[in-house]
């Protein structure tokens, strides 16, 4: 959603509500929020911390998911050099809080995917794999976190600025059609 609204924070805060309703409730819309949001200012901000507290501005100010981001926020103006006792004030602080599944040692709340993807953006601090690498390790729901952290990062910093290394397997495959389709991703591009 953020995606289709560049720049309009708003709007995207209004469709991501809208869609969040249809399949999620609670927090897991607000994630939806929060991530549209982010992806939204990417496009307006040069700087990581403004465009996460922009995005904050999506989130209802006694909402649990946006107290678990003012939290990685403090935690990294305090304690910037070390991503993982961040992480371990969230495991501490958050994570048997509303366990998403009941009886496993998981929890993939939306709360913490959100915050897992502001650890990966604050501590990676503009670098591509230290983001993706940060996001992955803190765990749980670990494919979705680093990608949207990743591409968040993209949007703010451009496509052109995305290392080599990530985008040639991705250069093969642009003029392959997608199965059953006459469309590729050179072609929606």
């Not at 959603?1 to 309009?8: K, L, S, V, W």
């Not at 993939?108 to 959100?114: C, E, F, P, R, Y």
Request: some cysteine.
């Amino acid at each position: 959603i953020g995606f289709m609204c560049p720049g309009m924070p708003q709007t995207a805060n209004k469709m991501a509500d809208y869609m969040g309703h249809i399949m999620n409730y609670g927090d897991g819309v607000y994630g939806g929020a929060f991530v549209a949001s982010l992806y939204s200012e990417a496009y307006l901000q040069n700087d990581i911390r403004s465009v996460i507290e922009k995005a904050l501005l999506s989130l209802p100010a006694e909402s649990g998911y946006r107290r678990i981001i003012e939290d990685v926020i403090a935690f990294h103006q305090e304690n910037p050099d070390d991503w993982t006792k961040c992480w371990q004030m969230l495991e501490d602080k958050w994570a048997r809080a509303n366990i998403c599944n009941p009886g496993t040692k998981y929890n993939i709340d939306a709360k913490l995917n959100g915050a897992y993807i502001v650890i990966g953006l604050l501590y990676g601090e503009g670098d591509i794999n230290r983001t993706l690498e940060i996001s992955t390790r803190c765990g749980q729901d670990s494919d979705c976190n680093p990608a949207s952290a990743a591409g968040i990062l993209a949007t703010i910093q451009g496509y052109s600025q995305i290392p080599e290394y990530w985008m040639k397997n991705l250069r093969e495959v642009e003029d392959m059609d997608f199965a059953f389709t006459h469309t590729s991703l050179n072609k929606v591009y």
